[in-house]
């Protein structure tokens, strides 16, 4: 009797296997559809405009230097060499305030809706203007304020620039600047000679798709920004030094001082190393994707809580089930993850949850009062099923407290198990159990019709 519950338990085992397998399956039609998205947010960012990054303004002085040498000519003569080198002056923002305004929307391409915004940007701030050590003869060319935008297609009407009271133009276009490569610029037309300090004011209206950055390019940098967007992610080299996220949105403020950040050093590097940013992402507040696969690595815990119920049933009540009845019951927890992730690239996570456990629940539910022979049973299991399928669910929408949760939860289960099979006698269990496994089954009742 021992050996045929071992047969058993290693059936129920395959079994289990199956049902993982399945689980498997899913979870990589998941991982698919999670590319399918992430293609989605490619397109869009490509006829749209992708993550952008604001970098400077800078103030780039050109120049040529020439310095004369006397060198040795034919037959020792002496001849006078001019040495003419072309180089650049570069003068950091002193101070540096950048403040503006995330105004999100969203675009659809095809079932997968993408987060894009409009940067309204307003960037002051102040140049002390230092002179660079030189030799020879100085000729200065015409200086000019450079940034850069990641993507320039997302520039809105034409952004206004103010140098020292007086309106500038931006235009597109500037020459590399050792490890930094800016691609706008605003001539500073009648200031070749520049001394003392510069001021700047910039209004520029940027769009992108899902992440800001900006780079900390000043002495002292003050970023603030502000957005109705209610999930944040604060990322990059720098968190906000203060931040308040509601139901209306969210605003930040960044402080970094030039002495807490390499950006300097790295705009001027060579070879071209990374610069550090402060960024902000308008995250989707509850990723189906992401929540979906999650719940498919809870899936082990519902196939196993169910198996195991089933056998202490059988156990317990000498009413064998057949690893058929098993296999079926498996798949239809299995199921459940593929109906979820169908139902929630159509509608909210939240519905699309209580929509596909209420199937899989009232399925499982009606097939177990068959199954255990009394509807008493069928009920008792859905809701235990039900009682499952909500905690799991708390666990998802609960990311910060999921692992305490989850161990909450396990231990209860496990305490329960542990009470209810405490007066069990296995061996006698076992073999009572295929004692009723290979006995006939009890005749029906008949009914006899009066006269």
Not at 136 to 142: A, I, K, L, N, Y
């Amino acid at each position: 009797m021992n050996l045929k519950l071992a047969l058993k338990l290693l059936v129920i085992g395959v079994v289990t296997g199956a049902i993982l397998i399945a689980l498997a399956m899913v979870n990589g039609t998941i991982t698919d559809r999670q590319k399918y998205r992430d293609d989605a947010v490619k397109s869009i960012e490509a006829s749209y405009a992708g993550p952008q990054t604001v970098i400077g303004p800078v103030l780039v002085r050109p120049y040529t230097q020439t310095t004369v040498t006397m060198e040795d000519g034919e037959k020792g003569v002496k001849k006078r060499v001019e040495h003419v080198t072309t180089l650049t002056a570069t003068s950091f923002p002193h101070v540096l305030d950048v403040r503006g305004r995330l105004t999100p929307t969203e675009r659809r391409h095809g079932l997968y809706m993408v987060t894009v915004y409009e940067f309204a940007g307003h960037l002051k701030g102040t140049v002390e203007i230092a002179q660079p050590q030189t030799t020879g003869t100085v000729e200065w060319g015409e200086p000019y304020l450079a940034m850069s935008v990641e993507d320039v297609r997302g520039i809105v009407d034409t952004p206004t620039v103010v140098v020292n009271g007086t309106p500038e133009t931006m235009l597109q276009g500037a020459e590399s600047t050792m490890g930094w490569q800016p691609n706008l610029r605003v001539p500073l037309r009648g200031m070749k000679e520049l001394n003392g300090h510069l001021e700047f004011a910039i209004d520029i209206d940027l769009a992108g798709t899902e992440q800001l950055s900006v780079a900390p390019v000043g002495d002292s940098n003050h970023v603030e920004l502000s957005s109705t967007w209610r999930s944040p992610l604060f990322a990059g080299r720098f968190l906000p030094r203060t931040r308040e996220v509601g139901e209306n949105g969210f605003s930040a403020a960044w402080d970094v001082s030039s002495l807490a950040t390499g950006t300097q050093v790295q705009m001027e590097s060579n070879p071209v190393k990374p610069i550090d940013l402060m960024n902000v992402s308008l995250l989707t507040p509850i990723d189906p994707y992401k929540l979906s696969d999650r719940a498919t690595k809870y899936g082990i815990l519902f196939v196993v809580l169910t198996f195991g119920g089933f056998f202490l049933f059988e156990m317990m009540k000498e009413l064998p089930i057949h690893p058929v009845q098993y296999l079926l019951v498996g798949f239809g927890l299995a199921i459940f993850f593929l109906l979820l992730i169908s139902f929630s690239e159509h509608m909210a996570f939240a519905l699309s949850y209580l929509i596909a456990s209420a199937a899989c629940i009232g399925l499982l539910t009606f097939y177990l009062s068959y199954v255990l022979r009394s509807v008493t049973r069928g009920v008792g299991f859905g809701a235990m099923l039900t009682a499952l399928y909500a905690a799991v669910y708390g666990l998802l929408i609960s990311e910060d407290n999921a692992l305490i949760l989850g161990s909450l939860m396990l231990f209860a289960v496990l305490a329960v198990v542990m009470v209810v099979t405490r007066k069990v006698d296995w061996y006698k269990g076992g073999s009572d159990l295929m004692k009723a496994a290979v006995a006939p089954p009890p005749p029906r009742p008949t009914q006899r019709l009066g006269l």
